[in-house]
């Protein structure tokens, strides 16, 4: 039986910030409307978790808890669709962005 050589983790991509790595994408912000509605802000006050200010791993949901509610900042959202899943009462409408807007993926 031959050993296989297993597979490496490049060296520059390990402990890499997200950050980081979000160098590769670039943002096209569609001023008019946002792909990303709250669509009751009560059902947020209620929500004694608020499971999407941290189920969005570019971090676009924030507790604004003088104010009340959740902000939504769209134009860093890399339309993983994780928010569609980690709201409990589905209370955000989530559509793709308008044709040739949102994240852009660079090459290389």
């Given amino acids: 039986m031959l050993a296989t050589k297993p597979e490496t983790v490049p060296p520059e991509s390990v402990g890499t910030p997200v950050e980081d790595k979000l160098y590769n994408v670039r943002f096209k912000t569609d001023e008019t409307a946002s792909h990303l509605v709250i669509v009751n802000q009560e059902l947020c006050v209620r929500c004694a978790d608020k499971p999407c200010t941290y189920f969005c791993p570019v971090a676009v949901y924030k507790w604004e808890p003088g104010v009340q509610r959740i902000t939504v ?12 899943i980690g709201c409990p009462p589905h209370n955000i409408a ?9 994240c852009q993926y660079k090459n290389g």
């Fill in 73 to 84: 900042g769209y134009e860093k959202c890399v339309e993983c669709g994780a928010c569609r």
């Fill in 94 to 102: 989530w559509r793709y962005p308008r044709g040739g807007f949102g």
